[in-house]
């Protein structure tokens, strides 16, 4: 894919206070039009988006991505509930002084979407979601199971577990995403912290719980992104948002996991750029 030069490894880290927060981010990209931001999945950083990703991506609109409260490089405590991560992602986006933006939202970040399309509906133009459930989500009761079998592995290992199929194909391309985020070799994130990932680990199985919102509410246009054997998140939740969400798209992609755009990068670059582009 032609790229422009790699953005998401020379974009240095920059820090802004908010209400007594230090947040870490990366601003960068085409500047004219309406940016998307990224919200992570769990324990996820800046490092953590795939550069062909975010590279591509740029190359038509501005990116920003940033570490919530308590990741990474940001300071403060973590929220142990996607409500108030999403409080605070506003009031990081405001203080960059973002009126309207378009929402990248995976795993987590994609529960932090839909709260967004909720409550802060004016703000958000574009909805894309990738990898993630809706409220009730059953399959969550297991995610501590899922991550305790996940701990037993190297680290090169569970990014494979959790994120690519068994066959050897999604292993593959596993491994070659896997080299593309240490492509950035300076000014890399900290890992996050023990503490943050115990109160991420909680709302993500409380939201498997909650009940707080409809997503019928939500008007924008989404795009909803999924693997063919997503066992985070259940492949099938995906279709209920994509049945529950009036102006949605839903596109699976084969014999992947929880990380099926990191397995096919390209395709969805290109079906990202096209919907940010043309639909309406």
Same mark, same amino acid.
């Given at each position: ?7 998401? =490894? ?32 769990f324990?996820?950083?800046? &490092? ?16 920003? $991505? ?5 990741? *990474? ?15 605070? =992602? ?31 509906s +004016?703000?958000v133009?574009?909805? $894309? ?6 409220q009730?989500?059953k399959v969550?009761?297991?995610?501590? &199971?899922?991550?305790?079998? *996940?701990?037993?592995?190297?680290p090169? +290992? ?15 391309k596993?491994r070659? =995403? ?7 070799? +300076? &000014?890399r ?5 023990e503490k ?15 009940s ?14 999924? *693997?063919?054997?997503?066992e985070?998140?259940?492949? &099938? ?11 949605a ?8 996991a ?7 990068? +390209? ?14």
């Open positions: 894919m032609k790229t422009l030069i790699n953005l998401a =490894a020379k974009t240095p880290t920059q820090y802004i206070i908010v209400n007594g927060t230090t947040y870490a981010y990366r601003r960068f990209g085409n500047k004219t039009g309406i940016p998307v931001i990224g919200f992570q999945h324990t996820g950083t800046l &490092d953590n988006w795939d550069p062909v990703i975010i590279n591509g991506l740029a190359e038509h609109r501005e990116i920003i $991505i940033f570490d919530n409260k308590g990741i *990474g490089n940001s300071d403060g405590e973590t929220p142990d509930n996607v409500l108030d991560m999403t409080k605070d =992602a506003i009031e990081f986006i405001k203080a960059l002084g973002v009126e309207k933006f378009d929402v990248l939202g995976f795993s987590l970040g994609g529960f932090i979407a839909q709260y967004l399309g909720v409550h802060y +004016e703000m133009r574009k909805i $894309i979601m990738v990898g993630t459930a809706p009730g989500a969550l009761e297991g995610f501590y &199971d899922l991550i305790a079998r *996940g701990s037993q592995l190297s090169a +290992e569970l990014f494979l577990y959790i994120f690519f199929t068994k066959s050897e194909n999604s292993r593959s596993g070659e =995403a896997l080299q593309r985020l240490f492509e950035r070799s +300076e &000014d994130d900290k890992d996050t912290a943050a990932v115990v109160a991420q680990a909680k709302a993500i199985t409380g939201w498997g719980v909650t707080d919102i409809d997503v019928a509410e939500i008007k924008h246009p989404v795009l909803i992104i999924q *693997g063919s054997n997503d985070m998140m259940d492949s &099938d939740t995906s279709y209920e948002l994509f049945k529950t969400i009036p102006n798209i839903l596109s699976y992609y084969p014999d992947s929880h990380g099926s755009f990191f397995q096919y990068p +390209e395709i969805f670059v290109q079906q990202a750029n096209d919907f940010l582009d043309k639909f309406e």
